[in-house]
C-alpha cells in the first residue's frame, strides 16, 4: 500500500508505440497489494504485452473475481473496460460479455481461489466451451486476504508459514486446461518478465481459449523455505521447454537463432510466434505429450514452464454456436426485427 | 561493472546535480527543504555557511546549480534555486544571535588585497579563528565588484551592507579608501600571510579607428558602470550603444537605459545563442525594449570634430572548419553605420597586477598571470595566495567564494604548521528517512508544478529609478510552490544486495524506469541494456553486487525522482531512501587532516 500517487513524469527516452503510447499510458491507479507481491509484475507484464501488441485501450474488457489477484484490473490499462465480478464468476460473465460483443479483447484474471476453488466449475465450462478470451490465474497457493490458508493448488507436503504440512492433493489448473480443451496453454512465473510478458501477448493473440497458469510468490505468507511457491523454489526448479518471441507485422524473423531451434507458428490475428526450443523434445503441438510430459516432471518436483500447447487453427465459441459477427449493440433494428414475412417463413419452417 | 562504491563521498555528491555543480557545494535540496517548511534563517544559515552571501548570490549568482538540476531533464525547466535563495534571506529573522562571536586572537596577522567576495570569504573563515584580518581596498566600502560593478536595481545597497557587515563584524579589519600599490612593502610589514583578491579590474579596450579622437562618448563598461554606482555618472546620451555580449553588457544597457538612453542598443560579435551572458539576463534586457544585434564586428568609431555620431560594423557569418572551431568571416552585406551619442565597450575583462614587483618571488606565466596552485591557491611565494578573479581571471561571485573557502583552508594549515597539499574529505552525513512503512521525513510527493515566475516591478516604474530593484523576489507562497519542485536528490536511494530477493517490485513501480536487473557487464554494455535508454553517459550508474541469481542491480541515477517508490514497495527493505549531507571542508572545521572515509 502506498499512500501517494505514482508520479506522472515518465523517462524522456521512452519508446512510443504505433499508437503513439508509452507503456506508461498503460497503467492503471498504483497498487495496494502488499510490497513486493508477485501479482505486481503479472501486472506490469499485462502493461508490457499491450503496449508492445499496439493494443487500444478501449478494445480491452478486464474482468476478474474476488482475491488479490482479481483487485489487479485496476492496476493496469486505467483506459479499458472492466467487471470486478463475483467471486469465482468471472468465467460466466466474460462469456456473456463475449457472447455480446465479439469485438473486445477479453482479459480474465483470477486467482488461485477464485479459480481452483470456488469458481473452479465456472472455470472449466469457459475453457470447454472455446470462449475466446486470455485467461490468467495469478498462482500463489495460498488465501492471502484471508492470512495465508493453504489454497486449491497448495502441493501436498508443503509447509505453510507458520508451519503446517499440506495434506490435502493440489490441483494443476494446467492439466486441467489442457484436458478440457484449452488450444492455448501456458505456465510462467511472475519473477521472469521475459518468459512471460511474450506468452501474455502471444496469449491475446490466439482465437480460442488461451490459459495461463503464473506462479506468483505471495511475499507476505507464502515465501519461505518449505513453501513451493516462493521466489527460491520456483528458481531452483523451473524447467522451461521453451523461451518465444511475438512478432507484430511481416517482419522477417531475426537472424541470431541458430538453424533448427526456432518454430514459428502463425496466429488468426497476423501476429507470429517465434518458439524457441529449449527442450528439444518437446512438442507444443501434442497435446496428449504435454499432458504426459507435464505429469513426469511434476512427479520429480519440477514446474514446468513456458509455451505448453498451442493449437493455431483453433476454433472460438462463436464458431460453435454459429453467431452474428456484429456485436449486439450495434445491430440496428431492421436485423433485430427483420419483419412478419420473415417470421412467417421462420414459422413455415417448423411445421 | 564493480560494484559502486558508496562509500567515497564524490559518489552520492555526485547525484546531487546542484551541489555538485556549485563551486561552493552549497547544499541546495537541505535549506530548499527549510523553506519549504517556514525555516528561512535556518535556510540562511546553511547558505550563509556555505557560499557567504545568500542575499547577493539570491541576486546575481550565474547560477551554474540550475543548468545542471535534475528537474531540467525531467521537464522543461530546473528549480529556480537562485531565486530560492533570496527567499531565505528575504524572510529571515535576525541571525546575528547565530553569527560565530569574533574570538581572542592568535597573534596571526593577515593581509587581504581587495574587499570583494574573495576576500570577504578568507576573512569570514579565518576571523573565527582568532586570527587578525585586514582588508585593504581603494573604495570606502567594502563588496568589491559587487558594490561597484553591479547596478542597484539588480543588487541594493543594502543587501550589499548587511552581508558586508556580517564579515566585518567578526573582528575583521577594513581599511577603505587604502590602495595597495606595492607588494613589496606590504611583504615588509611581516603579516603572516598575504592574500589578493583584488579582481579583474581593468575593462578590455577596443582600439579600432576613431577610439582616440571620439574618447569623450567612448566609456569603458566596468568603469562607467563604477561611476554609475559612486554618482559621478548621472546622464548618458538618447542614442547609445553597447559592445559586447556578457553580463556586465547587459548591465550597462539596462543602466544606460535608466539615465536618459531612449534607443539603447546591444550589438555583439557571435551569435545571439553564444553570447555570454545569462539566458536570463538577456530576457531582462530585451524586456526593457533592448534590441540585440548579433554578428555585427564594430570596425570604427564615427566622429565629427570630436563628437562621436556613430560606429561602423562590417557583418559577418559563422564557419566551422574540420576541426569544428568557428571562425567568422565576413559575410559579404556592406558594412552598416549605426548613429549613436555614447558607446559603452564591454568586450571583456583583464588582469592587472602592476602593484607586484618583479622580485617578490610571485612568478607571472606568460599570459601575465600569477602561477596559482589550483587546489590551495597558494603563489608561488608560499605566504601568499591568490582567489577570485585574481587567480584564474574573470568569473563570478560564487567561484569566488569557493576560492576564498579553499583559500582559507591553505592559511590556515599552513599557519598550523600542517602541509596545505594534504586536503581533508568533505563531512559526510548518512541517515534513513524512513519514519514509518510508507512515511517518510521529507515530501516524496512529486510536484508537476511548472517553474514559478518571479514578480518584477512596473517596467515604467522601475525604468524612472535607477535604485528601484526590479526583481521583487518569490513571495511565501510562490516560494512554496517552487521549493516543493526540488526533486530532494540527496535522498539517496541506497540499495543492499544481501536483503534483495529480486521480486521485481522496484522495478516495476519506478516512474522513471531507472531501475534493470540484468547479468553484468562492462559500463558500455550495460548502458545498452537498461530499461529505458541511457541518455547521459556523464550521469553515474549504481550498480550492486551479485545478487542470488547471478544478475545485478543496475541503477541509471540519470533522471530519479528519489520519490522513495523503490523503498516503499521494496517487501525486505533493500532500498532505502538516507539522506546524504555533504558539507565541505572550511578552514578550522572539526574534520581531522587524516583523510577519512564517508560512512
Redesign the interface.
Known sequence: ???????????????KNELGYTH?DYEGK??TL?????H??I??SIIEACYELSIEPHRVAKISGIGCSSKTPDYFLGNSHGFNSVHGRMPSVLTGANLANRDLIYLGVSGDGDSASIGFGQFAHSIRRGVNMTYIVENNGVYGLTKGQFSATADRGSKSKKGVTNTDNPIDLVAIALQLGATFVARSF??D?SQLVPLIAAAIGHKGASFIDVIS?C?AFN?HAGSTKS??YV?EHNDAVNRLDVLVGRDPIAVDYAPGTVQVVEQHDGSRIALRKIDADYDPHDRLGAMTFLQKHAAKGQIVTGLLYVDPDAEDMHEHLNTVETPLNSLEADSLCPGSAVLDKFNASLR | MKPTDIAAPDYFHKVVDCQWACPAHTPVPEYIRLIAQGRYSDAYMINWKSNVFPGILGRTCDRPCEPACRRGRVEETPVAICRLKRVAADFKDDIRQRLPRPAPKNGKRIALVGGGPASLTVARDLAPLGYHCTVFDADPEAGGMMRTQIPKFRLPNSVIDEETGYILGLGVEFKGGHRIDSMKSLLAEKYDAIFVGSGAPRGRELDIPGRKEAAGNIHIGIEWLANVSFGHVDKIGKRVIVLGGGNTAMDCCRTARRLGGEKVTVIVRSGFEEMKASPWEKEDAIHEDIPILNYMVPVAFKQVAGKLIGVTFQHVKAEYDAKGRRNLVPSGDPDQTIPCDDVLVAVGQENAFPWIEQDCGIEFDKWHMPKVDARTFVSTNPKVFFGGDAAFGPKNIIWAVAHGHDAALSIHKMLSGEDITERPLPDVQVSSQKMGIHEWSYDNDISVDKRYKVPHRDKVVALKDIRAEVELGYDVKLALGEAHRCLNCDVQTVFSTSLCIECDACVDICPMDCITFTDNGEESDLRQRLKAPSLHPDQDLYVSGDLKTGRVMVKDEDVCLHCGLCAERCPTGAWDMQKYLIEMTHAGSTCPTKSRSAA
Open positions: 500500500m502506498t499512500y501517494i500517487a505514482k508520479p506522472k513524469f515518465h523517462h524522456p527516452g521512452l519508446k506508461r498504483i497498487s502488499c510490497a513486493g507481491c508477485g505486481d509484475s501486472t506490469a511472475s519473477g518478465k510468490p511475499i515465501n521466489f527460491d528458481r
